[in-house]
DNA sequence: TGATGAAGTAAACTTACCTCA
DNA sequence: GGTGAGGTAAGTTTACTTCAT
């Protein structure tokens, strides 16, 4: 059982700032970090560990080491990612978390001070993880596993690219449907647009002739079941009709309350 | 041509909530 | 029903890149 809290310390010669900050993270509640177990201490004049990975710089200085056992939320670890995890740690002699950051000691792109680095995928790692993407949104434990370790990776690495790639799919889809919507919108604009400058004309002529609607038979037909008279131009989601001699026109548009149409 | 700041991007993180054993 | 583990979504932080000036 290891506390769920990952503590990274330096202390050297250095005088930047952070070089004698503790930094904790301790997570209230449940965490699915795989990281949270990580426990890094760097020592900044070291020559075996000038490569510090600061986790959550943000908090700050307050956080105290006496806290570290008492607050942090214990969990059984996953014993094959503890191997795993294990065997990575062998390997690249290192104790930090990216593979850009598993490098050896001279590696300039390191803060000494101990911030954390961002990693950056590779080509292959991403198009591998896009072309897992497209087969399974989400990933159980074993395909994230087998991912992490086909890709170098950790699973939690893995864990938060397909949540982050999730997320701009969802936005992108948002951005699209708002587009769409957009698009509705402006049509039903002008549609509303149309059919009021529709309204005033027809207005205007049954104020000039109410009892005798004179339309040119080049725009208008009979119908010959209801005997109304209906736009030859208009299309079946504006059509407008009435009668001859009919005082109120009908409208039958695309809404349920022809009275929506006509607000502007 | 190099410095710089704003804006954008993506990895990593936190928090809240849900499901399930 | 309470609890802890494991998972996801949503929102945030931050390191890094790009680009205009």
């Known amino acids: 059982m290891i506390c769920n809290t990952r503590l990274s310390l330096s202390l050297g010669s250095s005088t930047t700032p952070h070089d004698a900050n503790i930094h904790q993270n301790t997570n209230k509640g449940k965490s699915t970090n795989d990281d949270d177990q990580e426990l890094t201490l760097c020592l900044s004049t070291s020559s075996e560990f000038t490569n510090c990975n600061m986790i959550n710089p943000q908090l700050g200085v307050n ?12 969990r059984e670890r996953d014993a094959s990612l503890e191997e795993e995890e ?36 590779t080509k292959e790692q991403s198009d591998v993880l896009e072309d897992s993407f497209k087969e399974h949104t989400t990933l159980n434990s074993k395909q994230k596993r087998d991912l992490a370790r ?74 010959a079941s209801c005997e109304r008279t209906y736009s030859a131009t208009g299309d079946n989601s504006t059509k407008i009709s009435f009668s001859i001699g009919d005082q109120k026109p009908h409208f039958y548009g695309s809404f349920t309350n022809p009275s929506t149409a006509l607000l502007s």
Not at 90 to 119: A, Q
Not at 161 to 183: G, M, S
Request: charged share 35%; net charge positive; with cysteine.
């Open 63 to 74: 956080s105290s080491v006496s806290s570290f056992s008492n607050t942090s939320v214990k």
């Open 86 to 121: 294990a065997e990575n740690l062998e390997t690249k002699k290192v104790v930090i978390i990216s593979p850009k950051l598993l490098v050896d000691d001279n590696d300039e792109d390191v803060h000494e001070y101990g911030t954390r680095k961002k990693l950056r995928l």
């Open 150 to 223: 086909r890709l170098s990776l950790r699973p939690r690495q893995v864990e938060v690219w397909f949540q982050n790639r999730r997320a701009r799919t969802k936005l992108k889809q948002t951005e699209v449907d708002c587009e769409i919507l957009r698009k509705c919108y402006e049509d039903l604009k002008d549609e509303n647009r149309r059919l009021n400058k529709e309204l005033q004309e027809l207005k205007s002529l049954k104020m000039s002739a109410p009892f005798r609607v004179q339309l040119s038979a080049a725009t208008l037909s009979m119908c």
